[in-house]
């Protein structure tokens, strides 16, 4: 062997030498990662729980988390980011102080996501997505329902702007309980009526407010159009025929006239809400 530590054969040994002069490492066996719920005192203290061990585990394991080089008398002098009290963090775990027992020893990880933040991120542009359903019923999980029950609303053959129009005129009708549905769909045209105790057997006893919803997000949709349309036809004046339904939507006589000027106008069909930009050919 050389100096070097290449071996005559010609295979790469280590050099005792520089091996002593590097602080020894503890290596994972393989790349783990775990979802960790951080406790932190006031002084600074960091640990957490595993809230979801990594697959290649057998058990779920119930040690202390520990974040790899961290003490709280190194807090101001830190450099990266430090879990707030509370917060979920996916973690890359560097150590397992005794891998062979799930339940005893620590976890000494590194941090990678903070998934609360990521969660606020993706519930405020949901609230974002959602608001004109959110200004009646502030619960997301109704208006995800709401958006998927309008969508199978539409797809049953209710036309939307028509749609809105009839959801919104029910809200002036007096539904508190199921014994008031017979009596108050009488009220409504009989090809509606059906509608009224489909959307009764959805709101849950709050009619006003669930009406008021779904018919508000139907009036968004109107607005943003609900899928990419293939065409509309100008059927002359301020008429244009949808290529992907053939229903006829009214545009505005601001917008149709910009269409005559030759201007580039966006159309909704008022029945199906494809969106498509329109010109006329010069
Ligand atoms: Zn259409």
């Not at 999980?141 to 939307?160: S, Y």
């Not at 159009?225 to 008429?239: M, T, V, W």
Request: glycine share 6%.
């Amino acid at each position: 062997m050389n100096l070097l530590g290449i071996a005559e054969k010609g295979s790469i040994q280590p050099i005792p030498e520089a091996r002593g002069k590097e602080k020894p490492r503890p290596q994972p066996k393989e790349v783990e990662f775990i979802t960790v719920v951080f406790c932190r005192t006031d002084s600074n203290v960091i640990q957490g729980v595993v809230k979801q061990d990594s697959a290649k585990q057998p058990a779920q394991r119930t040690k202390i988390v520990f974040i790899f080089g961290y003490k709280p008398e190194k807090n101001s002098t830190w450099q990266g980011p430090l879990p707030l009290h509370e917060e979920e963090w996916l973690c890359h775990v560097i150590q397992d102080t005794l891998p062979e027992n799930p339940r005893k020893g620590v976890l000494k990880v590194r941090l990678i996501e903070n998934l609360t933040t990521k969660q606020k991120i993706a519930e405020e542009k949901e609230r974002h997505y959602f608001a004109p359903i959110l200004q009646h019923i502030n619960i997301l999980e109704t208006a995800r329902e709401i958006e998927k029950f309008a969508l199978q609303l539409l797809n049953d053959g209710l036309g939307l702007k028509h749609g809105f129009e009839i959801i919104k005129s029910f809200a002036s009708l007096n539904i508190k309980y199921g014994w008031d549905v017979s009596g108050e769909k009488a009220k409504v045209m009989p090809r509606h009526q059906e509608l009224v105790v489909k959307i009764w057997d959805n709101c849950e006893g709050c009619w006003q407010s669930y009406v008021s919803a779904l018919a508000a997000w139907l009036e968004h949709l109107c607005s943003v159009g609900l899928r990419e349309g293939s065409g509309f036809l100008h059927l002359g004046k301020r008429d244009f025929r949808c290529n992907n339904c053939h229903a006829t939507t009214r545009t505005s006589k601001d917008e149709s006239q910009k269409y005559v000027r030759g201007e580039k106008i966006t159309i909704v069909c008022e029945h199906c809400g494809a969106k498509c930009a329109v010109q006329k050919d010069s």
